[in-house]
Each structure stands twice: as C-alpha cells, then as structure tokens.
C-alpha cells in the first residue's frame, strides 16, 4: 500500500515529468535525519514494486513515472530538469503560489510556457532557455505570447513575460505586456531590489512586494 508520502513523490514526477534523487530528498524527506538515505530507500521500493522507473546515465540517478512516454535518453529531460531547479529556486525565495509545468492554452500555435507560476501574487509566464534561440526564433515565441494575450482565454492582468537564460535577446516592438530577461529568477528579484529598496518596488509596471 501506499503512503501519502510515495503519493506525493509519484504525483510531484507527474507533475514535473521527472525528479532526481537529490531533489526528491529535498522536497519530501527534508525534516529527517538522512534525506538522502530515507529517500534512497522508499525509491528502490518503489521502483521494485512498478511505482516509479529511473534513468541510471545521470548522477545522481533520475527517476520518472512508471507510465511516462519521455525516452531516457532525451533532451526533454534536461530541460524538465532545469524547470524543476526554478521550482526549487522559488520555494527557497518564499511566497510561492501557484506553479504549472508546461500549461497548454488554447489551440495549436498559441504560446506554450515552460512555465506558469504566481510569485507574491504576481503572475509569470516564465521561458527556461537551456539552448540559444536565433533573434528570429525569439521573435516567433514572442509573438506567440501575443495571439495569447489577443485571445483573451487570460483574465487580467496579463502575466509578465520572464526569459531566464544566460543569452540576451533584443526585444523590439511594443508589447503589451513586461518582457524581461535574467539569469535566474532571484537574479530577477535582486534586480528589483537594487533599483527601488523599499518595502514594495515597482519596475516598468511589475509590483513585487519584497519586505
């Protein structure tokens, strides 16, 4: 039988795709003694038992829903990795609501985030670019977050547009919504701070309240 605990693990590699060993011992075994040990553990036990499969050609080893279509061997893990450290990077940050991997809105061709997410009550569309996108690449994922805003399937306000990456784009034409770009999502927040050090700072329409 399952505990609420292996409920939690299966459902959060469903959600996110797929989870490392290290990461799953910091989102649910986190308050014991030997994290890593403890996890180490209910994972062989679930994999013995069908629950779960894992890839052996990262380190520390990545672990997937038993049902998932994902070959081991693809990018996509990777990538779905790299979403997972902006989760991670968030809850550490605080005030975290909601945090959807790869939603889908509408019909085909309308922008598909890595992410949606809720940080202190503002809304986030957030891009995790592992590869470089040519400026013409960018233009057409942009403009696909423009059928989005057009489409009206968002209430208002309309999230804001973050790119995190080490490559910086040139953003031209007037959007309707905040573009930014950073390496990280605290590098993002860092930059806020230093512009306006105060309790509530506003930069180019963004409100975060960061005290």
Do not use: W
């Not at 209910?42 to 990545?62: A, E, F, H, K």
């Amino acid at each position: 039988m399952l505990t609420n605990r292996d409920k939690a693990i299966i459902e959060d590699l469903r959600r996110f795709r797929c989870l490392d060993r290290d990461s799953i011992a910091e989102l649910h075994f986190a308050g014991l003694k030997k994290p890593v040990h403890s996890a180490n553990n209910v994972l062989l036990r679930l994999l013995r038992d069908g629950q779960v499969t894992r890839s052996n050609i990262y380190t520390p080893y990545v672990y997937f829903p038993a049902d998932t279509p994902i070959k081991k061997t693809s990018q996509k893990v990777g990538h779905f990795l790299a979403i997972l450290d902006v989760y991670k990077e968030l809850r550490k940050l605080g005030d975290l609501g909601t945090f959807m991997v790869e939603p889908k809105y509408g019909k085909k061709g309308v922008a598909e985030p890595d992410v949606y997410c809720q940080y202190r009550r503002t809304g986030f569309f957030v891009e995790v670019q592992r590869t470089v996108y040519s400026e013409k690449q960018m233009r057409e994922k942009l403009d696909r977050y423009v059928d989005l805003y057009n489409s009206g399937i968002m209430a208002s306000p309309f999230p804001h547009v973050l790119i995190l990456g080490n490559h910086r784009y040139t953003i031209d034409g007037d959007y309707s919504f905040r573009i930014f770009q950073a390496n990280s999502f605290t590098e993002f927040v860092q930059s806020l701070k230093q512009q306006q050090p105060v309790k509530q700072v506003e930069s180019k329409g963004v409100k975060i309240k960061i005290g």
